[in-house]
C-alpha cells in the first residue's frame, strides 16, 4: 500500500510577545512585593551559631518575628518598640489567635544579635509570657553540619 | 540512517521561518531561576531553635515556688578582656568550663530522663550567643524541657537568689 505523502504545512508559529511581557511584568510586581515584605520583617543581623537547630520551613500563618539587634533595640516589621508597647502589641495579637486552655496559638520567632546583652533578649521573653505567647522559637544560623560536637572541637 | 542534522523536514523549517532564539523566555526562566536560588539561599541561612516558654504558669516569685531537686541550673556568664566578653563560663553547682561542648558532655552524663527539667540561668550583660550556645549543648544532651530564669526587675539590679524561672 502506498501512502501518499502530504506536504507539511508550516503554520506562523511567533511568540505571543503581549502575552509574554503580561508574565514577565506580574512576575517582577511579585518579586518586588516578596522582597519588600522579607526586607520589613527580617533585619539584617549577625544571629548566633547552634548546631542542633531546624531549617526554619513551613512557619505557622500566625507568626510573629520579633528583631533585638545589637544595641538593644526591638523591632517588629521595620517598627521600633519598646518592653511597653511590644507587650501591649503582642496581647492585641495573642487574643486573636485564642486555644482552649486561655493561651495563645500564637507564635513568636526570636531573632536577637548574637552580641546583644541578654537582658534585653529576656525583656521580649517576659513580654511574650505577659501576652500568653508560649510558642517561643530563636533564629540562628547553622552550624558546618559535618561537625559532629556542639562546638566544633 | 538520517542523522538530527540531516533531517529535511528540519532544514526546511530552519530555512523557512527564520528561527530565532526566544529572547524573552530566557529572561523569564533567568527570572525565575535567580527567584529560587535566592530563596534557597534564605533557607539554609538561617534555622530556628524551639525554646517553648512554660504553658502553666507565668514568671513566679521564688517564695511561691516549690523547689524541684531534679532540675539542673546552668548557669551561664561571660569573661574576657575589657567589654569584649568572648568567653563563655558555664556552670554547673561545682562544675565549671568555657566549652559548650563539655557543657553537652555533662549535660548527657547528667541526663536521667528526656523530661528533666533544665534551667537556664543567664547574667543580664552576657552576650546572647552565650545562652543559645547553652540552650544547643541542651538540644544535643536531648534534654527538651528547658525554662530560662527571669531577672527580678527590668533594668534591676538583684542578687542571684532573686531569679525565678519563666
Known amino acids: 500500500m502506498r501512502m501518499s505523502r502530504k506536504k507539511l504545512e508550516l503554520k506562523d508559529v511567533g511568540l505571543q510577545m503581549t502575552s509574554m511581557i503580561d508574565i514577565v511584568f506580574l512576575l517582577n510586581v511579585?518579586?518586588?512585593?516578596?522582597?519588600?515584605?522579607?526586607?520589613?520583617?527580617?533585619?539584617?543581623?549577625?544571629?548566633?551559631?547552634?548546631?542542633?537547630?531546624?531549617?526554619?520551613?513551613?512557619?505557622?500563618?500566625?507568626?510573629?518575628?520579633?528583631?533585638?539587634?545589637?544595641?538593644?533595640?526591638?523591632?517588629?516589621?521595620?517598627?521600633?518598640?519598646?518592653?511597653?508597647?511590644?507587650?501591649?502589641?503582642?496581647?492585641?495579637?495573642?487574643v486573636k489567635y485564642p486555644d482552649a486552655e486561655g493561651l495563645s496559638t500564637m507564635s513568636v520567632k526570636i531573632r536577637a544579635d548574637a552580641n546583644v546583652q541578654y537582658k534585653y533578649v529576656q525583656e521580649v521573653m517576659m513580654a511574650c509570657m505577659k501576652a500568653k505567647v508560649w510558642k517561643v522559637s530563636f533564629g540562628v544560623s547553622p552550624r558546618d553540619a559535618s561537625r559532629t560536637t556542639p562546638t566544633g572541637e | 540512517m538520517a542523522t538530527f542534522?540531516?533531517?529535511?523536514?528540519?532544514?526546511?523549517?530552519l530555512e523557512e521561518e527564520q528561527w530565532e532564539l526566544p529572547t524573552s523566555f530566557i529572561d523569564i526562566v533567568f527570572l525565575l531561576l535567580l527567584y529560587y536560588t535566592l530563596t534557597m539561599k534564605f533557607h539554609t541561612l538561617e534555622q530556628r531553635l524551639e525554646a517553648h516558654l512554660p504553658k502553666d504558669k507565668g514568671p513566679q516569685n521564688v517564695a511561691q515556688q516549690v523547689k524541684n531537686l531534679d532540675e539542673v541550673v546552668i548557669n551561664v556568664t561571660a569573661a574576657g578582656p575589657g567589654r569584649l566578653l568572648d568567653t563563655p563560663v558555664f556552670s554547673i553547682r561545682e562544675w565549671e568550663s568555657n566549652s559548650a561542648n563539655q557543657l553537652a558532655q555533662r549535660l548527657k552524663q547528667l541526663r536521667q530522663a528526656a523530661d528533666m527539667p533544665v534551667v537556664i540561668n543567664g547574667k543580664p550583660n552576657c552576650p546572647f550567643k552565650h545562652i543559645m550556645s547553652a540552650l544547643d549543648a541542651c538540644a544535643w544532651a536531648d534534654l527538651r524541657k528547658v525554662e530560662f530564669r527571669a531577672p527580678p526587675a527590668i533594668g534591676g539590679g538583684g542578687s542571684d537568689s532573686d531569679y525565678s524561672p519563666l
Open chain 1, 30 to 94: 511579585f518579586f518586588m512585593l516578596v522582597s519588600d515584605m522579607t526586607k520589613m520583617q527580617v533585619e539584617a543581623l549577625t544571629l548566633p551559631v547552634a548546631y542542633k537547630a531546624t531549617d526554619d520551613k513551613n512557619p505557622p500563618p500566625n507568626r510573629i518575628i520579633i528583631n533585638v539587634k545589637p544595641d538593644g533595640a526591638i523591632r517588629v516589621n521595620n517598627v521600633p518598640y519598646d518592653r511597653a508597647t511590644l507587650e501591649s502589641f503582642l496581647s492585641r495579637e495573642a
Open chain 2, 5 to 13: 542534522g540531516q533531517s529535511k523536514v528540519l532544514a526546511q523549517l
